[in-house]
């Protein structure tokens, strides 16, 4: 399932349940196929073995949605990580850069919900898509935020949607990222 498909499921449900109006679509989106190679998830499990001519997607919204970004303390103002050359090898970093303990977007409009997505490096393909819907984004990964808790980060920042995406066998471990409390 590509990022893209995964967010389309996603967005589907949180409007058939009324937690959001209304989303962007694949149309809102307009695409570029980065020429770069590009070393999946297939690719990965080889250790860069294996040739591949996987091709890298990344979309931007049309209409462009003004935002601020950090990183924990950090500040930053991209949503992709792109190379600086058509050559460079490409991996699933090129997504928000990487895996982050924690990002907020903010897009300041506050007639839209506010949402927390936690999980592992499976939420970099859909933050790039998913801070476009909501006011507020913030993202954690738990291999890298130790700060506060699950419950204690969502006591503190109360955000009106929850969304946990992680990779399947995540959801069998209770330590270390498969910790919630």
Same mark, same amino acid.
């Given at each position: 399932?590509s990022?893209?498909?995964? #967010?389309? %499921?996603? /967005?589907?449900?949180?409007?058939? !349940?009324?937690?959001? =109006?209304?989303?962007?679509? *694949?149309?809102?989106f307009t695409?570029?196929?980065l020429?770069?190679?590009?070393?999946?998830?297939?690719?990965?499990?080889?250790?860069?073995?294996?040739?591949?001519?996987?091709?890298?997607?990344v979309?931007?919204?049309?209409?462009?949605?003004?935002?601020?970004?950090?990183?924990?303390?950090?500040?930053?103002?991209?949503?992709?990580?792109?190379?600086t050359?058509?050559?460079?090898?490409?991996? #699933?970093? %090129?997504? /928000?850069?990487?895996?982050?303990? !924690?990002?907020?977007? =903010?897009?300041?409009?506050? *007639?839209?919900?506010?949402?927390?997505?936690?999980?592992?490096?499976?939420?970099n393909?859909?933050?790039?898509?998913?801070?476009?819907?909501?006011?507020?984004?913030?993202?954690?990964?738990?291999?890298?935020?130790?700060?506060?808790?699950?419950?204690?980060?969502?006591?503190?920042?109360?955000?009106?949607?929850?969304?946990?995406?992680?990779?399947?066998?995540?959801?069998?471990?209770?330590?270390?990222?498969?910790?919630?409390?």
């Open positions: 399932l990022s893209s498909a995964a #967010y389309e %499921v996603l /967005m589907t449900r949180l409007q058939k !349940e009324g937690l959001v =109006e209304s989303y962007l679509t *694949e149309e809102d695409w570029e196929t020429p770069n190679p590009f070393l999946g998830s297939s690719n990965r499990k080889l250790y860069g073995l294996w040739e591949t001519k996987d091709k890298v997607e979309a931007y919204p049309k209409e462009a949605i003004p935002y601020t970004r950090r990183d924990g303390e950090r500040e930053t103002d991209y949503i992709y990580a792109l190379p050359d058509d050559s460079t090898t490409v991996t #699933y970093s %090129v997504y /928000m850069g990487g895996d982050m303990g !924690e990002t907020v977007i =903010e897009t300041n409009r506050a *007639e839209l919900p506010n949402v927390l997505l936690y999980g592992d490096s499976f939420t393909g859909i933050e790039p898509f998913l801070w476009t819907n909501f006011n507020e984004t913030r993202a954690l990964d738990f291999r890298y935020y130790s700060e506060k808790t699950l419950r204690e980060y969502v006591a503190e920042y109360r955000p009106d949607i929850v969304i946990c995406m992680r990779d399947e066998m995540s959801y069998l471990t209770f330590t270390a990222n498969g910790a919630t409390e």
